[in-house]
C-alpha cells in the first residue's frame, strides 16, 4: 500500500500515549532511558517513533541506514524519515553503509552494516538501548527462510524480543523488539486510521530476495492450500519449537567460552574475549545431540554467524575421534582440537580497529605463513621502528594496538616476593641500558626462559604456551640492546632472575588497555587508530 508520504501531524487516539510505557514495562524498561531507534521509513518503524513521540517522557534518537542499493528511491527514504523527525522534533542521524565490495548474501551484508552502524550510534551517544521494530511477520519469515535453506534446531527459533550484544568498544547494548506481537497488516491499519503516513521500499516485491519469495509465493500458497488458519498453525509450529529450544537449552546453558591460554601476551584487555577455550571433557559428557547443539549455540555466539551443517558434522565427528585436528571456519575463524581441549581462534583482523585494506599485509619477519585475510592499514602499522619502540627506564612505551609497557627501578628487599604474573616481573637489573627496546618477534630468535637450562628457540616457546601461529608476531619483546629480557606476557629470561646478589630491581608492568588518546607523555611511539564497531548479525 502506498500512501502520500508527506509528514502530517500526528492525529493519535489517546491510546496512543500509553503504547509504548505498555511496552517499556512489560520489559522493565524506564520511560526516562533514552532510545536509538532504527527508523527504515517503513509502515512498522514509523509507527514505532509515533508510539515513543506520543510517550513524552523517551528521549529518543532516530537513526536512518542509507544501503545505497536502490537509487534515488533510497534517497527519498532518508529525506521522508529527516522530515518527518523534523516534524516531530526528534533528533535524527543519517548513516551511510558502504556495500560496494560486499560478498556472498546481499541480505546478510546490509543487515550487518545496519547493525554495526546502529551500534555504533548508541555507542557514540553513550545509550544502552537499541530498538527495532520488527513484527510478527518478519518472525515468520524468518523462520521459514531458515528452515528451507537448513539449519540446527537453535536457528528455528525467530527472534527474541530482547537481546545483549556488545559493540567493539565494549558497550554494552540492550536490543528491543517490540512489536513482535503485532501483524504486518494490523500495523498497516493503525497508520492508515491515523492518517500517518510511511514508505514502501520496492525491493519488498524483488523476488531475487528469499524473503520475499517467502512471503509473496510459500505463504500465500501454504494459505490456499491450508485456509488462513494453516499460518497460524505455522505461528504456533514455531511457538512449539521455541519452547523445545528453551528446554534444551537448558541442559547446555552451563557451557562458555573460556580465556584462551596467553592471551595477555597478544591482546588488548577488550580482544582478550575473542573466540575462547572448552573442556574436551565437559562437551564429550553431553549426548551427541546436545553436543552438536551446544557447539551450534557456542559458535554462533562467539562468531556472530551460524556454522554450516557440514562444518559442524565435520567438528563433532573430530571431537569423537579425540584426535588433535584444526578446521577452518567462515570468516577466517580457526578452530584447534588438542588432546584436552577444543580452542576457537579469531581472524587476526579481529583483533583491531580501522578499515580494512587489501592492499597492505601485516610482515612482522616472523616468517610463520599465516597472514590476515585483508588486513587493516592499522594492523600493517603495527611494525616496529629498526630499533625497537623505545622505552626509558623509569619510564613507559605506548604500543600502536594500545597496550603499555612501564619500567621502573626499585631496590632489592630479600624480604619482598618477587612477582611472577604474566603481567607484572621484577628482574636484575645491573648493568642495563637508561634506554630499553620493545619490537615484535623475529625469525631466528632464541630464548632462555625463567627455570629453564640453556636457551631453546622463541618459536617453539611460544608454541608450547599456547600462542596461535598468527599471533605470535604480536608479542611484546623488550630488550636491553640484544639481550632478550622479558617475553611480554609470558615469561622473563633466566640469566635476568633476582639473585642473593641484587642490589636493585627492574619491575616491567604489561598493561593491557585501550588504543593511544592524547596526553600520554611517550611522544616518540604514537599510534593514533580509528574505531569501528564490530559487525553483529542480530537479524
Not at 183 to 211: K, M, V, Y
Amino acid at each position: 500500500m502506498q500512501i502520500d508520504t508527506t509528514p502530517q501531524p500526528a492525529a493519535h487516539a489517546p491510546a496512543w500515549s500509553e503504547r509504548w510505557p505498555a511496552l517499556a514495562r512489560a520489559q522493565g524498561v524506564a520511560l526516562s532511558e533514552p532510545v536509538v531507534l532504527a527508523l527504515s521509513g517503513g509502515a512498522d518503524s514509523v509507527l514505532l517513533l509515533h508510539w515513543l513521540h506520543a510517550a513524552r517522557e523517551t528521549p529518543i534518537t532516530a537513526v536512518h541506514v542509507h544501503h545505497g542499493l536502490r537509487g534515488r528511491e533510497a534517497d527519498d527514504e532518508a529525506d521522508f524519515c529527516r522530515e518527518l523527525c523534523r516534524s516531530l522534533d526528534v533528533p535524527f542521524r543519517l548513516r551511510r553503509a558502504d556495500l560496494s565490495a560486499a560478498e556472498g548474501s546481499l541480505e546478510a551484508q546490509a543487515r550487518n552494516a545496519r547493525y554495526r552502524l546502529l551500534l555504533e550510534e548508541a555507542q557514540a551517544l553513550r545509550v544502552r538501548l537499541l530498538v527495532t521494530a520488527h513484527h510478527s511477520d518478519d518472525a515468520l519469515e524468518g523462520v521459514l527462510m531458515r528452515w528451507v535453506r537448513g539449519t540446527e534446531l537453535p536457528g528455528l527459533v525467530g527472534p527474541a524480543p530482547d537481546g545483549q550484544w556488545r559493540s567493539r568498544g565494549g558497550w554494552r547494548v540492550r536490543v528491543l523488539r517490540p512489536l513482535l506481537g503485532l501483524r504486518r497488516h494490523e500495523i498497516r491499519e493503525l497508520l492508515s486510521g491515523a492518517q500517518l503516513s510511511w514508505r514502501e521500499d520496492s525491493s519488498n516485491a524483488d523476488p531475487r530476495f528469499t524473503r520475499n519469495r517467502v512471503r509473496g509465493q510459500l505463504l500465500p500458497r501454504i494459505e490456499a492450500l491450508a485456509g488462513t488458519e494453516g499460518v497460524e498453525h505455522l505461528r504456533r509450529f514455531a511457538q512449539a519449537v521455541e519452547q523445545l529450544e528453551t528446554d534444551l537449552s537448558a541442559r547446555t546453558a552451563h557451557l562458555a567460552w573460556s580465556e584462551l591460554p596467553a592471551v595477555s601476551a597478544t591482546r588488548r584487555r577488550e580482544d582478550r574475549t575473542l573466540g575462547g577455550t572448552l573442556s574436551r571433557a565437559r562437551l564429550h559428557a553431553l549426548p551427541r545431540a546436545l553436543r552438536r547443539r551446544a557447539l551450534w549455540r557456542l559458535l554462533l555466539e562467539a562468531t556472530q554467524e551460524a556454522p554450516s551443517r557440514a562444518q559442524l558434522d565435520e567438528l563433532v565427528s573430530a571431537l569423537d575421534e579425540r584426535d588433535s585436528s584444526r578446521h577452518g571456519l567462515r570468516g577466517g575463524w580457526i578452530v584447534r582440537l588438542n588432546r584436552t581441549h577444543f580452542e576457537l581462534h579469531p581472524p587476526l583482523e579481529k583483533l583491531f580497529d580501522g578499515p580494512r585494506d587489501a592492499s597492505r599485509q601485516l610482515s612482522l619477519g616472523f616468517g610463520d605463513g599465516e597472514r590476515s585475510p585483508r588486513p587493516s592499514a592499522w594492523v600493517a602499522s603495527l611494525a616496529a621502528p629498526r630499533e625497537g619502540f623505545v622505552l626509558p627506564t623509569p619510564g613507559a612505551v605506548t604500543l600502536p594496538d594500545g597496550r603499555r609497557i612501564s619500567a621502573t627501578l626499585v631496590p632489592h628487599d630479600p624480604q619482598r616476593a618477587i612477582p611472577r604474573t604474566p603481567s607484572v616481573v621484577e628482574l636484575d637489573a645491573r648493568d642495563l641500558p637508561p634506554r630499553l627496546s620493545v619490537r615484535w618477534p623475529a625469525s631466528g630468535e632464541r630464548f632462555q626462559p625463567l627455570g629453564c637450562v640453556g636457551t631453546r628457540p622463541l618459536r617453539r616457546f611460544l608454541a608450547d604456551a599456547g600462542v596461535p601461529a598468527r599471533e605470535r608476531r604480536l608479542v611484546p619483546l623488550v630488550f636491553a640492546h640484544d639481550e632478550l629480557l622479558w617475553v611480554a606476557g609470558l615469561r622473563p629470561a633466566h640469566p635476568r632472575r633476582v639473585q642473593d646478589s641484587t642490589r636493585m630491581r627492574l619491575r616491567l608492568e604489561l598493561h593491557s588497555g585501550s588504543p593511544w588518546r592524547a596526553g600520554r607523555d611517550d611522544s616518540a611511539n604514537r599510534h593514533a587508530p580509528s574505531s569501528r564497531a564490530r559487525q553483529l548479525e542480530l537479524y
